[in-house]
């Protein structure tokens, strides 16, 4: 199907789409107070267009069709083109046309005219005195300090090319994104562990059984994409016969689509992973040729943790570009045919997989025979007591993925004869937990014993085959001596490290616990709204106090610039140019680009023509449309540095780099599909070497290394305990609250919502107006609380001893555990009139800092509570 850009209607066929546009939006026919006459002759002047374009509400960025009448949008459906979505729309999708035209959106630049802190008051400004006033504070920073004062705080974006790289590096700014509260621990485990960029999904075309862990199935959510392609995938799997066992405290929307549910106690799921592996080794269900030929496996280990190596010399080119030798630490093996240790890269080497050995008179062990010692004794019923799971249940589910993974068998893709196991993981936001980072680890560790780490129907974590950047600088974990950036990147406290706002927030309040090098003086937030957004209010909030100035690019006037901001810059929301954005589905590749349906309305511009003007004002467009070039790779047709570029021109020569006619494409086809993701870029086995000639790091040994240093440089135990080589099991952090604290706090996200910008949408609200905790009856009625009780849910830091209160409503749940209550996000603005009196945000009552985040400074989800009457 080609969708152009046309005009089918004219005359006295218009339907009630044309109706509605007349008499309720601004400026159109049929808004006057003119008869059925006139009106009659104003419809038969009425023009409608389709315009592809793509979604900017949720975070899949699927494929719509705009139907415009006379100029303005009056209806979005699915794109039946886009492979993501094929046709389909969620209510989200089609809600966002109220967002479009909400009378509450921010209509012109504002500048505060009273004291921060509080409700803010305002004045319009025109574009230039407001972009102005931002690029001067930008400019007032020498180049030299712009990492150190200038921050910018980044939502959801859909332009990363322009956003994150372009206007980050071209500014000198430090980046803070969302991920540390999404599932940031999960992309560190994974980028450590295979060096793949995601979390855990499977191969749902030729997946036979599925772990969804902390994954509901079907109310959003999930690794790289999110509704409507994960759900037509494993609906499609389902069909197939696959199996899946729902890994959850709360059985949520999974339940129709589960064949079992585990209701597993929040944060014990590394035991539950550790118990698997125990029951796989004992049965001998490991893929031995890709432990042996794949990871590390077989690397020798002393009795110190450490690796045994030998010491080589090899020639690197510096970044000057020059030759220059270095010495580098490669491990040993055990070769079985030689009896000795060699080189794991030694020509015919032959390594064991197993055993314990003497090499120059140390004591070595295989990382293998290691781990084997290490869940020894993580048998199901010591997990069971953990988990308060049924221990035969525990190691029922063993059995069933080793004997599905059918080890051994092959299956040909594409001419290419490819290992084939046929189990995987769903995992994604589960990892945000103060052990989420090893117990995603654990999750890896059970899939690579079965050898389904990116085999045919196996272990995914990226869409195609693709060694991230961290992959090297994860095996030689840098810990340095303060002082340290504004998020503490490199410490000794998170050497790995996402980047979280809110340990950022704890660090300006104390810098001289964190050994902050400088406290940040000028923040430009896009599309975030921290104050409600980010766990842990309060530190955020005395955090921003601290600051000399902000700025807000948001169409609304979040919560956050209503206290804080000093300048807001209102953007557009679907009615711009932006990507370019991925559409693939993990089988096909696509790209696709956010085509204007119409000129954005009131005094709004799109978000690059904002940081377009921004940059010229400030003095660094040059740098910034350097780095667009170089981003979009513009070799052929690149933007002169010297003026300013239209947007439109500058995805032109971006389609036209593709090889396409230009951005006309776009603005007819809606996507571009590049075909069938082929096997060879598909599956890691698939490649030549398999993997890349990597091996996956079965075994951690840099992060026992990150350990040692963290305690030399005098970090204390709640920051390295977590960094060892294999998950080790140890008590959360949370348990040491008061016994009165009795309840586990978990927070979902509801299908109705997504990013904040959702829930000022009317037709959203009306499905779920009120904010809620989810709670088993038992428990509640233990407690006095009836379905729709108000009560108070009362969190407890366990190493402050703070305590944290809201009110809310009961909502019984029968599908939940008896010592489990959830509060789902999306609650608690203020500002806009949609959103008031909804509930408290359960970002109250979360605590961001020691002990409830990750080892890699990843937010934490889980808390202890009590819940009385109100």
């Known amino acids: 199907m080609r969708v152009s850009r046309r005009t089918v209607l004219k005359g006295g066929g218009v339907l009630g789409a044309g109706l509605f546009v007349t008499r309720f939006l601004p ?19 009425l023009n409608e267009e389709f315009v592809p374009t793509t979604c900017w509400i949720g975070k899949q960025d699927c494929g719509i069709i705009a139907r415009k009448v006379n100029g303005r949008l009056v209806k979005l459906e699915g794109n039946p083109e886009h492979p993501r979505n094929r046709g389909r729309l969620c209510p989200k999708g089609q809600g966002q046309i109220q967002a479009i035209y909400d009378p509450n959106r921010v209509k012109t630049p504002l500048v505060r005219t009273n004291e921060k802190g509080v409700t803010g008051t305002w004045r319009q400004a025109t574009w230039d005195e407001a972009l102005t006033m931002v690029a001067d504070k930008i400019k007032e920073i020498p180049e030299d300090d712009r990492k150190k004062y200038l921050l910018w705080q980044k939502g959801r974006s859909k332009a990363g090319d322009f956003y994150d790289d372009a206007f980050v590096k071209a500014s000198g700014a430090t980046k803070m994104g969302h991920g540390a509260y999404c599932s940031d621990a999960g992309y560190r485990a994974m980028e450590l562990t295979t060096g793949l960029h995601g979390v855990l999904h499977p191969d749902f075309r030729h997946t036979r059984y599925l772990l969804s862990y902390g994954w509901d199935g079907m109310n959003g959510g999930g690794n790289k994409t999110c509704q409507i392609t994960w759900h037509q995938q494993l609906i499609e799997a389902r069909e197939r016969g696959l199996k899946m066992v729902h890994i959850d405290p709360s059985r949520r929307s999974a339940g129709p689509f589960a064949d079992e549910w585990l209701p597993i106690k929040p944060g014990t799921d590394m035991a539950f992973f550790l118990a698997l592996a125990n029951v796989l080794i004992e049965n001998e269900y490991v893929d031995t040729e890709y432990l042996t030929k794949h990871s590390n496996a077989v690397s ?118 490819l290992p084939y196991r046929p189990v995987g993981i769903m995992g994604y936001h589960v990892t945000q937990q103060e052990l989420g980072f090893q117990a995603c680890r654990a999750a890896a560790l059970v899939m690579m014993l079965l050898g389904t780490i990116e085999a045919v ?41 996402s980047a979280n706002p809110s340990i950022a927030a704890h660090a300006m309040l104390d810098p001289d616990k964190y050994e902050l090098e400088a406290v940040p003086k000028v923040m430009i937030i896009h599309m975030a709204n921290p104050v409600i957004s980010f766990p842990n209010q309060k530190t955020i909030m005395d955090s921003y106090e601290l600051f000399e100035f902000i700025a807000v690019i948001d169409p609304w006037l979040s919560e956050t610039a209503d206290l804080f901001a000093d300048v807001v810059l209102p953007a557009a929301t679907i009615e711009k140019y932006e990507g370019p954005m991925s559409a693939n589905t993990q089988y096909v590749d696509a790209k696709t680009l956010r085509v204007p349906p119409m000129d954005p309305l009131f005094d709004s511009r799109g978000d690059i023509d904002i940081y377009l003007d921004l940059c010229e004002k400030a003095g660094i467009l040059d740098k910034y449309l350097d780095v667009v070039n170089s981003e979009l790779k513009l070799e052929d047709n690149p933007l002169p540095l010297t003026e300013r570029p239209e947007v439109r021109d500058i995805f032109d020569r971006w389609a036209k780099q593709q090889g396409l006619e230009g951005v006309e494409f776009f603005e007819q086809q809606g996507v571009w599909q590049k075909g069938d993701v082929p096997a060879s870029k598909f599956y890691g086995y698939a490649q030549d070497p398999p993997f890349d000639g990597n091996r996956h790091r079965f075994y951690g040994e840099s992060l026992l290394r990150a350990q040692n240093d963290m305690k030399e440089l005098g970090a204390g135990e709640i920051f390295w305990r977590l960094y060892t080589p294999y998950p080790t099991w140890m008590t959360a952090t949370l348990e040491g609250s008061p016994p009165e604290y009795d309840l586990y706090l978990i927070s979902r996200k509801l299908i109705e919502f997504k990013q904040a910008r959702s829930t000022f949408i009317p037709v959203l609200n009306e499905l779920a107006p009120k904010q809620f905790m989810e709670m088993n009856p038992q428990a509640a009625k233990d407690r006095g609380l009836d379905d729709g009780d108000e009560a108070w849910v009362e969190s407890q830091n366990a ?19 008896p010592d489990t209550v959830c509060l789902p996000h999306h609650y608690g603005f203020f500002t806009n009139p949609i959103t008031k009196d909804q509930g408290p945000t359960s970002n109250t009552l979360f605590f961001s800092g020691e002990g409830y985040v990750t080892n890699t400074a990843d937010q934490s989800f889980h808390v202890k509570v009590k819940v009385y009457r109100a």
Request: hydrophobic letters at 35%; aromatic letters at 8%; a negative charge.
């Open 27 to 45: 400026g159109m026919p049929g808004g006057g107070s003119g008869g059925p006459a006139e009106e009659l002759a104003e419809l038969a002047q």
């Open 300 to 417: 020798l280990v002393k009795a110190d943790g450490t690796f045994l190596t030998e010491t080589r010399t090899v020639t690197i080119e510096n970044d000057d570009g020059e030759e220059e030798e270095e010495e580098v630490q490669i491990e040993q093996v055990w070769d079985a045919a030689s009896g000795g240790a060699v080189a794991i890269d030694a020509d015919r080497v032959q390594p064991a997989l197993e055993g314990s050995y003497t090499a120059g008179g140390v004591s070595v062990k295989t990382a293998f025979e290691v781990f084997k010692e290490h869940v020894a004794s993580a048998t199901p019923e010591w997990a069971a007591d953990i988990c308060d799971l049924k221990a035969e249940d525990i190691r029922t589910v063993a059995m069933e993925m080793g004997e599905a993974a059918m080890i051994g068998s092959t299956i040909v893709m594409d001419g290419i004869t």
């Open 457 to 497: 129907g196996g272990q995914r974590t990226d869409y195609t085959w693709k060694v991230y950047k961290n992959w090297e600088p994860f095996g030689d974990i840098s810990v340095k001596d303060g002082p340290y950036n504004m998020y503490l990147k490199g410490s000794k406290f998170f050497p790995i490290n």
């Open 799 to 817: 190493l402050t001893g703070e305590t944290r209160t809201v009110k809310t409503n009961v909502s019984y749940l029968e599908t939940i555990r």
